[in-house]
Nanobody, 123 residues
Framework: QLQLVESGGGLVQPGGSLRLSCAAS????????IGWLRQAPGKEREGVSY????????NYADSVKGRFTISRDNAKNTVYLQMHNLAPEDTGVYYC????????????????WGQGTLVTVSS
């Protein structure tokens, strides 16, 4: 069965950078679109970025455009979220999610979730 394992979260100062990874097992990741979503304390989970099965289509929330980059290495069965110029409002638990359809995933059609990784941006 498809399983996703996230890593890379941690504590970072404002203006710093982190690279999150989402590694898949059980099935080839190139069959799936992948999204990164986050949930800040007291807020609803929101979509951050999405990438289609071969990486030629991407989407970013307005709040992260120009700062975050989603990418994938299907040979390594891994999707990444490179985050630059982090701010305290970026703090939250970040999840990766897989879906059979890029557009379906963006409206909630999820086949598998990662466990989440905590990103804390603080001085």
């Amino acid at each position: 069965q498809l399983q996703l394992v996230e890593s890379g979260g941690g504590l970072v100062q404002p203006g710093g950078s982190l690279r999150l990874s989402c590694a898949a097992s059980g099935i080839a990741l190139n069959k799936y679109a992948i999204g990164w979503l986050r949930q800040a304390p007291g807020k609803e989970r929101e979509g951050v970025s999405y990438i289609n099965h071969d990486g030629d289509l991407t989407n970013y929330a307005d709040s992260v455009k120009g700062r975050f980059t989603i990418s994938r290495d299907n040979a390594k069965n891994t999707v990444y979220l490179q985050m630059h110029n982090l701010a305290p409002e970026d703090t939250g638990v970040y999840y990766c999610a897989a879906g059979a359809s890029y557009y379906g995933l963006r409206v909630g059609a999820v086949d598998a979730w990662g466990q989440g990784t905590l990103v804390t941006v603080s001085s």
